[in-house]
């Protein structure tokens, strides 16, 4: 059984092992809890904490999730007493020489990662804000100073904020949690970035993803089981046409779960697994549910429950419980629990599931033919303002009002950040400025690129604390006009000629109408004709109509 100690005021779950002894401190924060403008500082803090262990005998690490942080090793005793007391000491005198070294080290980290397939779902569910934020750069390192981190500490690193788990008969000789005090901290509440589900976005990757949020339950875990197998039978043995097909059930902490699944496909094979894909999301929509997916779920996960490191294994998920506010069950309560789950409870969850689903679909893809509806790419409406025409590339122009800024292309929705509701603004000493909204749209604002834009003055009108200074770029890094001219062949060059063909197009009907109504006018002053009054005046109405129109369309152009 999982038994339940303190240690210097931190709640401590303890479980026997027959392996290495290992253990780890678990706080209740993490990159859901930073904004985006301070994005990276939770991962900053891990790793000066860390840096004064050094090179040691016993295996070590820390980690960084969505609402929780944790650091952990495998070793003796005497290791893990010396490890811990480390980290509290670090906690309280960090080591700020070394910061500037770790924020290099993080950016490295972070440009020669392997990124996942599914990294861009939680921006479109969520926006620029809590659980979004793990789709985005650590673009706030930059600015952080040592003060910023000490706050963090103060407000998220204390023994009312901790759970230790320690995988071992007894709690090391020695061991001391010197952390402060301060209280318990909720998990941060989830936004949401879509008005409406199921919904789908095109992705920019073969795969197809699919995520949806339920209630966190056994149900739940064995409808994600269940998922998992219907996938890879349908995908993989059967179809061949996916290597991986799978699904993950994770745990929120604020009573829901995220239910992601993923099928990888060839270029060729695209449209096929996503035709799969939905294939079988329908025959889970209709319920129907094989009687031996769920017996065999369930078998599996009951019988992972029952082996000699059951609740040593269950160590670092009782304490993310016991830090969530979750009761703690036993490994054979949870046993019970995943054998009481029936078809119908399974069902329930499929509606739920896909009620609030979010599809992938690879390489641009469209899923409106099976019931999903497109998530915003775009603003419902630009602001008013001061108009920027574009230099070299006229489709698009930048406006600016008191409220916010937008840019506004020729066809298609707007891109509009509030200032209120900007969450970031990334600044070059160029003067170029990046303005990202919580809905996640962005308003990319290049001098170089808006006629006048060099004169604007976005930075007063932003909120100090969400603004984001970079290092300079290379002068090749920023855009010039020409660079910027759409190119036959793309689809805004495509967008950008026919345009052109059209305003000319008209310009010359127009031209044609107006002559040959001034013909008429003129033949009838002169009586060399005989015309009715009436077709001569609606020759000058189409005329002015055309005329007015083409007018339009040009001055549109060339803004």
């Known amino acids: 059984m999982i038994r339940q100690t303190e240690v210097d005021g931190v709640p401590t779950l303890l479980a026997g092992t027959t392996g290495p002894m290992h253990a780890g401190l678990m706080f209740r924060v993490g990159q859901a809890d930073e904004t985006l403008a301070r994005r990276g500082i939770t991962h900053l803090l891990e790793h000066l904490v860390l840096f004064p262990t050094g090179v040691a005998d016993y295996h070590y690490n820390g980690a960084t999730g969505n609402v929780i942080t944790y650091f952990h090793l495998q070793g003796s005793a005497r290791d893990i007493s010396t490890f811990l007391v480390g980290v509290c000491e670090s906690l309280r005198n960090l080591a700020g020489e070394r ?227 979750q009761p703690l069950r036993s490994s054979d309560e949870l046993a019970g629990e995943l054998k009481a789950v029936t078809i119908e409870q399974v069902r329930e969850v499929t509606g739920v599931a896909l009620g609030s689903a979010l599809l992938m679909t690879p390489n641009g893809r469209t899923a409106d033919w099976a019931g999903f509806v497109a998530a915003p790419t775009g603003s419902e409406e630009a602001v008013r303002g001061t108009t920027y025409p574009g230099l070299g590339d006229r489709s698009t122009r930048l406006v600016v009002g008191e409220s916010g ?67 300079a770029r290379d002068p090749d890094e920023i855009p010039r006009p020409g660079t910027a001219q759409p190119v036959a062949g793309t689809a805004a060059g495509r967008r950008s000629i026919a345009h052109r063909l059209q305003v000319g197009a008209l310009g010359l009907v127009a031209l044609v109408v107006g002559l040959s109504a001034l013909g008429v006018t003129v033949a009838m002053i002169v009586g060399a004709v005989q015309f009715r009054l009436l077709p001569a005046i609606g020759s000058w109405i189409i005329a002015g109509y055309l005329g007015r129109t083409f007018l339009t369309k040009w001055q549109n152009h060339h803004r």
């Open 99 to 325: 910061l500037e070294t770790e924020k290099t080290i993080l950016r490295t980290e972070w440009s020669s990662r392997s990124h996942s397939a599914t990294d861009p779902m939680p921006l479109w569910r969520y926006g620029a804000r809590d659980y979004g934020l793990v789709s985005y750069p650590e673009w706030g390192l930059s600015g952080l100073t040592t003060d910023d981190l000490r706050d963090w500490v103060a407000r998220y690193f204390t023994r009312e904020n901790a759970v230790l788990w320690i995988a071992g008969d007894e709690v090391p000789p020695g061991l001391t949690l010197d952390l402060p005090s301060g209280r318990r901290q909720p998990v941060p509440v989830a936004s949401s970035a879509l008005p409406a589900t199921p919904a789908f976005f095109r992705g920019p990757s073969r795969a197809t993803g699919w995520d949806a949020v339920v209630p966190s339950n056994a149900a739940a875990s064995v409808f994600t089981g269940v998922l998992e197998r219907d996938l890879f039978r349908s995908l993989r043995q059967r179809g061949g046409l996916s290597y991986t097909a799978a699904a993950n059930h994770d745990p929120r902490g604020d009573g829901f779960a995220v239910i992601t699944a993923l099928a990888d496909a060839l270029p060729e094979k695209q449209d096929a697994v996503l035709g799969g894909f939905v294939d079988v999301l329908a025959k889970l929509r209709i319920g129907r549910i094989d009687e031996a997916d769920l017996t065999a779920v369930v078998a599996k996960a009951t019988d992972a429950l029952l082996t000699a490191e059951a609740d040593a294994a269950r160590l670092p998920s009782a304490a993310f419980k016991l830090l969530t506010g």
């Open 405 to 471: 800024i937008s840019l506004v292309p020729e066809e298609g929705e707007p891109n509009t950040v509030r200032f209120d509701r900007c969450v970031a603004m990334l600044a070059w000493p160029d003067g170029a400025r990046q303005l990202v909204g919580a809905d996640a749209v962005t308003v990319r604002i290049e001098p170089t690129l808006y006629r006048g834009a060099t004169a604007l003055n976005i930075d007063a009108r932003v909120r100090r604390e969400v603004r984001v200074d970079l290092p």
